[in-house]
């Protein structure tokens, strides 16, 4: 794999990580004192559902051929609105949680927030389910040379998770009871971002439904 191939997988990492750059720093935002371990824990379930993601959407393309992409074409139909739903449904709770903290008032330290395995699995899948066309793309490279290029997209993901937590947890203590509002409005804006720069897909969607009823 050449020098430019691996500067081409870093930036291609570096773009989709952005997704999961937003919301690990809106977990950080929302547990400004999150333990090191924990950290690395969030990062992790990113950067390894971002390699994952490519890697079945290249093994659909080279082992099931043309069968596979279509069912690939319908679920990348969906795309925009799973991401709209679920990052949607956490945004809401964190302002709602957020809200009625404020409310209450609460002056002494935040406990930390139920970032269970489930929720972090979730929103790994909601900010990598983009890196699923990737693979299909990468459909005609030799094996290995993909291979590395998804793992370096999951090493980039990882230290960019990291880095994000971290300039959350700053902000989180800074804004404290209001940083889960804060949290909440971006994983709600990141949804919405997704909807509507996949809006070719929304109206592919769409009128796949109609023409199931027609």
């Keep these: 794999?050449?020098?430019?191939?691996?500067?081409?997988?870093?930036?291609?990492?570096?773009?989709?990580?952005m997704d999961a750059c937003a919301v690990s720093m809106s977990?950080?935002?929302?547990?400004?004192?999150?333990?090191?371990?924990?950290?690395?824990?969030?990062?992790?379930?990113?950067?390894?559902?971002?390699?994952?993601?490519?890697?079945?959407?290249?093994?659909?393309?080279?082992l099931l051929n043309t069968l596979f992409e279509k069912y690939i074409q319908i679920f990348e139909y969906c795309v925009p609105w799973i991401a709209l739903i679920i990052l949607g449904f956490l945004g809401i709770k964190m302002l709602?949680?957020?809200?009625?903290?404020?409310?209450?008032?609460?002056?002494?330290?935040?406990?930390?927030?139920?970032?269970?395995?489930?929720?972090?699995?979730?929103?790994?899948?909601?900010?990598?389910?983009?890196?699923?066309?990737?693979?299909?793309?990468y459909g005609e490279t030799p094996a290995l040379e993909?291979?590395?290029?998804?793992?370096?997209?999951?090493?980039?993901?990882?230290?960019?998770?990291?880095?994000?937590?971290?300039?959350?947890?700053?902000?989180?203590?800074?804004?404290?009871n209001k940083a889960t509002i804060a949290g909440g409005i971006i994983l709600c804006a990141i949804g919405i971002e997704i909807f509507f720069t996949h809006w070719s897909d929304v109206v592919g969607s769409i009128q796949a439904i109609r023409s199931l009823f027609l």
Aim: hydrophobic share 55%; proline share 2%.
């Design 1 to 17: 794999m050449g020098f430019i191939n691996v500067i081409t997988a870093i930036g291609l990492g570096i773009g989709l990580a």
């Design 27 to 62: 977990n950080g935002l929302s547990e400004p004192n999150m333990k090191l371990r924990k950290i690395f824990l969030i990062a992790s379930f990113f950067g390894f559902f971002q390699m994952i993601m490519p890697v079945f959407g290249y093994l659909g393309v080279t």
């Design 96 to 137: 709602v949680e957020g809200i009625k903290e404020g409310k209450e008032n609460v002056n002494e330290e935040k406990e930390k927030k139920s970032l269970t395995i489930g929720v972090l699995f979730v929103q790994a899948i909601a900010t990598s389910i983009d890196a699923l066309s990737v693979g299909i793309i």
């Design 146 to 176: 993909a291979y590395i290029t998804f793992a370096i997209v999951g090493v980039v993901t990882f230290a960019i998770s990291v880095g994000a937590i971290f300039i959350g947890k700053k902000f989180g203590t800074i804004f404290s």
